[in-house]
């Protein structure tokens, strides 16, 4: 059956509609979120570790602690200082052992500078303790080199090695959610639309075939 005019146009939407659902899919499984995992060594020892970004945004840097340390003693091994962010800070009997200097440059050009005494507010996800360190505005287009300078050695503790990540900013993530929403709305709405005008040609025709259709002779 030749498809109608208006049949084809239908076509071309509901094609249109699995391109916005397909493409946009495709392009948020491409921008990774996190663009640098770094085990803390649990040493003194300097740590340099090239990156790069996928999307232009906000990033922040993260330490991701064990489920089995506690937020105070998270803040107190890395060099919490009791301050108006951390008023209740108390770390008397807890060392720093896993304080350390951060600089990041980029395209070998020297940038911010810092250290994990100086941290923000902390977090917890997947049961796991985060504590934001810093964050920053990067660009697709150039690299980055993180370097950190652990100043103690953290062997004696008996906790698993955390974890320093620079992750897309959580802003950032909900900006994906609502475009993500915002596109398949959009795609679903001409699909349905295509499909409606496909079929409902395909049903009218079919339907005034059967009129016409002559009525078969009762035989007995």
Not at 57 to 73: E, N, P
Not at 77 to 95: I, T
Not at 178 to 184: L, N
Request: hydrophobic share 45%; with cysteine; glycine share 6%.
């Amino acid at each position: 059956m030749k498809l109608s005019r208006v049949s084809r146009i239908g076509l071309v939407l509901i094609g249109f509609g699995l391109v916005i659902l397909l493409g946009f899919a495709i392009w948020v499984k491409s921008i990774r979120t996190t663009v640098l995992d770094i085990p803390v060594p649990m040493r003194a020892q300097a740590v340099s570790k090239d990156f790069s970004v996928d999307y232009d945004a906000i990033y922040t840097m993260w330490v991701q602690f064990d489920r089995s340390v506690s937020r105070d003693g998270a803040l107190c091994l890395l060099g919490a200082q009791k301050s108006e962010l951390h008023v209740d800070v108390a770390c008397k009997d807890l060392a720093p052992l896993l304080k350390f200097s951060w600089s990041l440059s980029r395209d070998g050009k020297n940038g911010a500078t810092g250290s994990s005494a100086d941290m923000g507010s902390g977090s917890t996800e997947d049961n796991s303790l985060k504590v934001s360190i810093f964050s920053f505005p990067a660009q697709k287009k150039h690299s980055y080199t993180l370097t950190m300078n652990f100043e103690q050695d953290g062997s004696s503790l008996k906790i698993p090695s955390p974890k320093v990540r620079i992750e897309l900013d959580i802003f950032n993530r909900e900006d994906f959610i609502w475009a993500g929403a915002v596109f398949d709305s959009l795609g679903l709405l001409f699909c349905v639309i295509g499909a409606i005008m496909v079929l409902v040609p395909l049903l009218k025709a079919k339907l005034e075939q059967s009129r016409l259709r002559p009525n078969q002779p009762n035989t007995r």
